[in-house]
């Protein structure tokens, strides 16, 4: 297999990108890249500082100096914050929402997506929202994940209960549309399907049935090899 394979998999929240990502990134041998959780990271970073998240200069000064590292396999994947290994705490609902709020400010994507590039360049599975469409536009697959909204909420919602026992799905879903909503309108990068991705549409589907979507569409790329 070529070494330095790019697949992007972008998609709202809950379609099952970590998942798929995931196993796409075990079964290829790749690393494994969810640029979610680095600006999870650097919303915690903002949560636990004195930043305002409406002071953008504030926020993207700390985006840019904060180290944030990715370590581990596809299936343990640990996010450490300035070498301290915070992945527990990442999905919490203020998390979750102020995640949302730094993506939207250009100087912190711009040093989130430099990292990025310079970490997948060796060939890697990222998922995230504009991977195909800005971070590696020449990825060598990419894949639009997608599921109607209350198979996504669903999906979220038993995510929710494993660590709150009274989530609400009304809560959830929610939640899930406008921060699906700021994330696709945003001005810079939003979530959008990038002209050549494949769209693939996981409602109904299981797990399994979508790896193999997804695997015969990479594979005509490892054979050209
Ligand atoms: O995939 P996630 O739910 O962990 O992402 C958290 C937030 O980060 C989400 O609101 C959108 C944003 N994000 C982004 O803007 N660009 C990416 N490549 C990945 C995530």
Known sequence: MRKNLVIAIDGPSGAGKSTLGRMLARALNLLYLDTGSMYRAVALAVQESSISASDDLGVASLAERVAID???D???LHV???GRDVTDQLRSDEVTHLSSLVSSIPAVRRAMVARQRELGKRGA???GRD???VVFPDADVKFF???VPQARAERRYHEDRAQDPDANF???FADMIARDDRDSSRADSPLAVAADAIVVDSTGLTIAEVFQKMMAAISPETANE
Request: proline share 5%; hydrophobic share 45%.
């Open 131 to 133: 991977i195909g469409t």
């Open 74 to 76: 596809p299936d343990s």
């Open 145 to 147: 994940l997608t599921a």
């Open 80 to 82: 450490m914050l300035e």
């Open 170 to 172: 009304e809560e959830t």
């Open 70 to 72: 990715l370590v581990g």
């Open 125 to 127: 599975v990222l998922n």
